[in-house]
């Protein structure tokens, strides 16, 4: 909900009869009035303030609220939020809906006044009983907030709807929101639209960030992505910090305007100066992979730590990579691990990953492979894809926990399914090899399939072998040769072995003996001993 700023109004109205007795005296404050408002208008702050008081202590309700305004402000006096009170309540006391309202904010705030809750629902509801729509609004506030008054979100929406049937846009604001969310009133997303709509039109930013929103999403008009992005800039560029971060979002992914990565880098840079920490986090991300700018590690680290400052604890788990592999920082494996535990602690599930990596490798901890479970146990259990592949590792070969292949392959099913690479090499080998699942060279050969395109290069060389003899799949030494160098590429020598191999013998090549000789002997050098072996044969 968009909470209503703290301010105080200016009763700028001419009264139409007053009950002083003196009419001389009531028509000279008058006179002394107009002239402050003349001042205030020409920015003449100090005049305005001299006159208002003069005004002001003839009994000139009008004059009293604007001089308790000037004090609230501090413009043309020094600012007392004491003396604003005084003013604004023996101008409240005379019937001024604004000052009415404004000592109701004074006691719902504590300026001037001890807080107390109660008696600002009080002047709320005297200011609102004469239609003063801001104090409607507050009143509104205090029902859905149960600020002062018992909670009653039905009587809040009556609030808001009737200070927004009379064009109060931050009443049409929250009106809008109650029906966007459902509170107080039926889920309605076609009259949040409306609403949103009807505040927008008059320069309301937060309306026009939620219309933005409603157009993203298609949430109470016809999805128009194009549309949202118009909303984004108009509220962004009036300042609004979380439409800079979402229009940098659409520039980043392309969403309803071409994809531009250096605009996503110049409004999350504004974003991140009002230290939005989400969009600190993406600058910090900007720099570490350069995308819209320059690489700068040492600029990653800074964003990350700054967002890390404020608590996002994605920014605090990078930060602990940027320490741990000495990325625009020193290294310093310590001070990684203290990071990963500080996110871990708060639920975060890959910082609990990372965690568990560090203890079971015995990283800046004691190794530990039972602490090491635990927080591969704490990430699994909100799905960590990574997560869910260790414990299916543990399980398959019973490491601190029970043996159970078809745990194991039930985990590496879910691990799978979302994508992860290690995973899907894990699960094709239970079907390479039939554990816990009937053996069935075709599925195996498919979850090879999805690890491989996506680097994995133990499932890349598992698939030169299942096509060099057929398993699961055509006989093919063409794809054979294709798996076994997308692995050797990356260094993995029994790819490179193989692929020497069918070099040697013209297995999906031309026979070509010296390329053989280069991927033996880059296989040789890793210790694999097949090519020491055919490499003596060869000598």
């Known amino acids: 909900m968009q909470r209503l700023s703290i301010f105080f109004l200016f009763s700028m109205f001419f009264l139409q009869a007053f009950c002083a007795t003196d009419s001389l005296s009531v028509v000279v404050a008058e006179e002394e009035y107009n002239a402050g408002y003349a001042a205030f208008k020409s920015e003449d702050y100090k005049k305005a303030v001299k006159l208002w008081k003069k005004a002001a202590d003839k009994g000139n309700p009008n004059a009293q609220c604007n001089l308790g305004a000037c004090?609230?402000?501090?413009?043309?006096?020094?600012?007392?939020?004491?003396?604003?009170?005084?003013?604004?309540?023996?101008?409240?006391?005379?019937?001024?809906?604004?000052?009415?309202?404004?000592?109701?904010?004074c006691y719902m705030n504590g300026n001037g006044?001890?807080?107390?809750?109660?008696?600002?629902?009080?002047?709320?509801?005297?200011?609102?009983?004469?239609?003063?729509?801001?104090?409607?609004?507050?009143?509104?506030?205090?029902?859905?907030?149960?600020?002062?008054?018992?909670?009653?979100?039905?009587?809040?929406?009556?609030?808001?709807?009737?200070?927004?049937?009379?064009?109060?846009?931050?009443?049409?604001?929250?009106?809008?929101?109650?029906?966007?969310?459902?509170?107080?009133?039926?889920?309605?997303?076609?009259?949040?639209?409306?609403?949103?709509?009807?505040?927008?039109?008059?320069?309301?930013?937060?309306s026009m960030r939620s219309i933005a929103i409603c157009y993203e999403n298609g949430e109470g008009t016809v999805q128009d992505k194009s549309k949202a992005v118009e909303f984004y800039i108009k509220a962004a560029g009036a300042g609004d910090v979380e439409s800079q971060y979402y229009l940098a979002d659409c520039y980043y992914t392309g969403s309803g305007v071409e994809q531009d990565y250096r605009m996503a880098f110049q409004w999350y840079t504004k974003a991140a100066k009002q230290e939005h920490s989400d969009a600190l986090y993406m600058l910090a991300g900007c720099y570490y992979a350069g995308t819209g700018t320059k690489q700068n590690y040492k600029a990653a680290a800074l964003y990350y730590g700054k967002a890390a400052k404020l608590g996002n604890l994605d920014a605090i788990c990078q930060l602990a990579g940027c320490y741990y592999f000495g990325d625009g920082v020193y290294p310093d494996i310590d001070k990684s691990v203290e990071l990963y535990d500080m996110a871990a602690e708060q639920g975060h599930a890959e910082s609990q990953y990372y965690l568990a990596e560090c203890y079971y490798n015995g990283y800046g901890v004691d190794q530990s492979y039972s602490i090491a479970l635990a927080y591969y146990t704490?990430?699994?259990?909100?799905?960590?894809?990574?997560?869910?592949?260790?414990?299916?590792?543990?399980?398959?070969?019973?490491?601190?926990?029970?043996?159970?292949?078809?745990?194991?392959?039930?985990?590496?099913?879910?691990?799978?399914?979302?994508?992860?690479?290690?995973?899907?090499?894990?699960?094709?080998?239970?079907?390479?090899?039939?554990?816990?699942?009937?053996?069935?060279?075709?599925?195996?050969?498919?979850?090879?399939?999805?690890?491989?395109?996506?680097?994995?290069?133990?499932?890349?060389?598992?698939?030169?072998?299942?096509?060099?003899?057929?398993?699961g799949v055509d006989r093919n030494y063409e794809e054979s040769v294709k798996w076994y160098t997308k692995a050797a590429n990356a260094d993995y020598a029994l790819a490179q072995y193989d692929l020497g191999v069918c070099y040697y013998y013209g297995m999906g090549v031309d026979v070509d003996k010296k390329e053989a000789v280069k991927w033996w002997k880059l296989a040789a050098e890793q210790g694999c001993e097949e090519a020491i072996k055919a490499l003596k044969e060869m000598n």
């Not at 939020?81 to 000592?103: I, M, Y």
Request: proline share 1%; with cysteine; net charge negative.
């Open 71 to 105: 004090y609230s402000k501090g413009l043309g006096v020094s600012k007392s939020d004491k003396k604003a009170f005084k003013w604004f309540k023996e101008s409240a006391l005379q019937g001024n809906d604004v000052a009415q309202c404004n000592v109701g904010l």
């Open 113 to 206: 006044v001890k807080q107390n809750l109660f008696t600002a629902v009080e002047w709320f509801i005297q200011s609102a009983n004469q239609g003063n729509l801001i104090a409607l609004t507050k009143l509104g506030d205090c029902y859905k907030e149960g600020d002062g008054i018992e909670t009653d979100y039905r009587e809040a929406v009556n609030c808001y709807a009737d200070a927004a049937c009379g064009g109060y846009a931050v009443a049409q604001n929250e009106l809008a929101d109650c029906f966007y969310s459902g509170i107080g009133v039926e889920q309605n997303l076609t009259e949040a639209f409306y609403w949103y709509g009807q505040a927008a039109a008059q320069g309301y930013v937060p």
């Open 378 to 471: 704490l990430a699994a259990e909100q799905e960590y894809p990574a997560a869910l592949n260790a414990v299916g590792w543990y399980t398959l070969h019973g490491l601190e926990v029970e043996q159970d292949s078809c745990t194991a392959v039930n985990l590496f099913t879910a691990a799978a399914d979302m994508g992860h690479d290690e995973a899907q090499f894990n699960l094709g080998s239970c079907y390479y090899s039939g554990v816990c699942v009937e053996q069935d060279y075709l599925t195996a050969a498919r979850w090879f399939i999805r690890a491989g395109e996506q680097g994995n290069v133990t499932a890349q060389h598992n698939l030169g072998v299942m096509y060099y003899k057929g398993q």
